[in-house]
Each structure stands twice: as C-alpha cells, then as structure tokens.
C-alpha cells in the first residue's frame, strides 16, 4: 500500500533447521541481492517465506516458495543397439535420468566413423566434424521424465538401416537436460563415457569351406576334418 515502509524474506534450508529473517532491498519490487555462489547447497530443499510491514506496523501474510537447489548433471544411457555386430536394425533406445530434477528433453546423434559424418534424419552429412549433430527425440514442451530420480525411456526410429553400409563402424550417442536447464557433460553429451554404443553394420554373409575329407576321396581312417572360414 502507500504506507509500505519495508519488507524480508526468511531463509530455511536443507541442511540445518536454522532459519533467519533478513531484510530485502526494495518495496513495490524487492530483491534480496545476490547470493554467494556457494550459499546453496547441491541436492537440498529450501523454503521462502516473504512478509512486508507498512508504516503503520501493520504485517502481511506470508508468501512462500519451496525449491530445490542442484548443480548435478543428468545423465542419459544408449540401451538399444547392445550388440557390436548387427544385421538387423533395431533401432535406437535408451533411458536418461537426473536426481535432483526431472529430465527435460534427449537428443540423439549417429555418428559414422570413417569419414565423421553425421545423420540428419535423411542421411549422413557434414563428414569431417566434430560437434554432434543432435536430434530431438522428446517432445518439445514436455518433461521426459516424471520427476526426480525417475528414469524415463526414449527412441529414434528415423535411422533406416539402407543407409547403413557393410563394414563400417557407427557410433549412437544421446544428450539429456533437465528442468534446472543442466545439460548432459555440459553440453557433450555421452559420447566417450560408456552410456554411448558403437557398432558395426555387418550384411554380409561369412564364407566356409571344407578342405578336409577331399570330396569324391575314399578314407580307411579319419581323424578329423578340417576347413577354413
């Protein structure tokens, strides 16, 4: 009101149940100031309770906001392709998870090895670069996951297998973020941590042959047979 004379915040945190009532700078538009960067603490809880006083000493109700404080990162995993060799595509999954906060969105990039070219929901380009190129595979606007500590699963479907060619390596790698705006290895992604995949795109059939008994021949003994793949 116009005799609005001041205003404070009160403070409790996580770690203590100590809490303290201190000033705020303002009065229509309040602020308490900046914080030292190490006030708040990874993986707690706080509590705000906001008052004003006019200067008839009058008290407002409380206002209040709980939050969590995290500095940790999420984290994402490639489950799907999980064997080295393949010969039918499986496509892409995985799961990504973050402790402290819910996971936002994923992203996914393909990398082909021998030239480091990159898929682009159509086929590989930009051969020679190093920055992935990253596919949204959530939907934009809505969390991944449900909350914290709540893993949730992503796929990509858009890699069909005739762009694959026989022989060559590919790697498959994800990013996660999360509704505390923390991004997976600050902005690397999985890749080179063990959560990504490589593979190869193995088509072509083996040959064998029997070198051992020698067909049409006649044996009297045999003590093995032999061949060469």
Partial sequence: DDGHAAGDAYLRGGEADAGAWFPAVGTTLWST????????KNSQNYSIHARAFDKAGNMSAFSASTFTFTTDLPTSFITVPSTRALSVWPNIAGTAIDLNAAVSTVSVAVKR????????????VLPGTSD????????????????????????????????LTPGLEYRVM?????????????????????RDFTFVWD??????RLTFPVNGQTYATLAAIQGTV
Avoid: H, M
Wanted: glycine share 10%.
């Fill in 113 to 124: 090895l021998t030239d480091s070219s990159w898929f682009n929901d159509a086929g590989f």
């Fill in 203 to 208: 088509t072509l059939a083996p040959t064998s």
């Fill in 33 to 40: 100031g900046t914080f030292p960067t190490d006030f708040f």
């Fill in 174 to 194: 994800s990013i996660s973020s999360n509704t505390a705006n923390k991004v997976e290895q600050f902005g690397a992604g999985n890749q080179g941590t063990g």
């Fill in 132 to 163: 992935p190129l990253w596919r949204q595979v959530t939907a934009s606007g809505v969390n991944c996951s449900a909350g914290p500590n709540i893993s949730c699963a992503f796929s990509y479907t858009l890699l069909p297998s005739a762009v």
